[in-house]
């Protein structure tokens, strides 16, 4: 079964600070997508980042990046200069083919002013 | 582009009734997925559907059961509720076999 693992129910750091979120992963599976999405109090998943498994160069989009070790099925997620909006629940994912989202249990993430 | 839309975005319901929502996809999109997010908890998958079929289905009783429509919008019916059938119910669409998923803004299902 395909299981994603965040570790980290809670986290808490400065604006400006750099945060990294924890993910691991388990599957059988050699080609796959993995996916950090944002979750904000309106509630709305918005997707962050992804990465492709076939790809070993790591995803980046702006203030955020991965770091994806496909031996260790981690992928972990940094967030740069962090600001206030921020804050929300992120929510690591994984998709292997046109199949089913499987997400972890989410880490809370709040950014103090 | 409106994106993915839900109807309504709270419900409150009593045991025992039945309940319908539902999902316009993002323009473009003719994949259907939806989710169940409990209070706390990360998203679990429900069902999907394609082309009017479900294609397929994540462990959920037959209390849950889906329509697509031809114009691709979806409704997700859940029968006999039950207090632990309260969460947020979440539409993603997406294109064919392309793995980007689009999430609509949920709809809070309270049961009483």
């Known amino acids: 079964a395909q299981t994603v693992t965040q570790s980290q129910p809670e986290m808490s750091v400065q604006e400006a600070e750099t945060v990294t979120l924890s993910c691991t992963y388990d599957t059988s599976e050699s080609n796959y997508y993995l996916f950090w999405y944002k979750q904000p109090p309106s509630r709305q998943m918005i997707l962050v980042i992804r990465?492709?498994?076939?790809?070993?160069q790591n995803a980046t989009e702006n203030r955020f990046s991965v770091n994806f070790q496909k031996a260790a099925k981690s992928f972990s997620l940094k967030i740069s200069d962090s600001q206030l909006g921020d804050t929300a629940m992120y929510f690591c994912a994984f998709i292997q083919g046109a199949q089913k989202l499987v997400f972890g249990q989410g880490t809370r993430l709040t950014i103090n002013p | 582009d409106a994106g993915v839309t839900q109807s309504p975005t709270h419900l409150i319901k009593t045991r025992g009734q039945q309940v319908t929502l539902r999902c316009s996809p993002k323009?473009?999109?003719?994949?259907v997925s939806w989710y169940q997010q409990a209070l706390g908890q990360g998203p679990q998958f429900i069902f999907q559907?394609?082309?009017?079929?479900?294609?397929q289905r994540g462990n959920f009783p037959d209390r849950f059961s889906g329509h697509q429509f031809p114009n691709y919008s979806s409704e997700l019916n859940v029968n006999a509720l039950l207090l632990g059938d309260s969460a947020l119910y979440l539409c993603?669409?997406?294109?064919?076999?392309?793995?980007?998923?689009?999430f609509g803004q949920g709809t809070r299902l309270t049961v009483v």
């Open positions: 559907y394609y082309e009017e079929e479900e294609r």
């Open positions: 990465q492709e498994a076939y790809k070993q």
């Open positions: 323009s473009g999109h003719d994949t």
């Open positions: 993603a669409s997406s294109f064919g076999d392309r793995f980007e998923a689009f």
